[in-house]
């Protein structure tokens, strides 16, 4: 069983590939943000497919390294 500590948000945007090049070009970029449940903080949002891929892949690690309440915890154990 896995603990929630957080929430990812993800909105994928709008978007249509260009026939004249195959890249997406999105109306309304991607865009996500992630809330912690532990300190009540929040990070984000990011907005652009790269910044949102590497987002989503490292805020969990990442926010653990600024999350006061593992922080405190921890400190705790410590
Ligand atoms: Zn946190």
Redesign the pocket.
């Known amino acids: 069983m896995t603990a929630i500590t957080?929430a990812l948000y993800v909105d994928c945007g709008t978007g249509r590939e260009d026939p004249a090049t195959g890249r997406i070009r999105y109306f309304k970029p991607p865009r996500a943000r992630y809330e912690?449940l532990?300190?009540g903080?929040s990070e984000g949002p990011v907005i652009g497919a790269p910044a949102v891929r590497e987002f989503v892949r490292d805020i969990r690690t990442e926010?653990h390294t600024?999350?006061?309440?593992?922080t405190q915890l921890g400190a705790i154990a410590a």
């Open positions: 957080g912690c532990r300190c903080g926010h600024r999350c006061t309440t593992a």
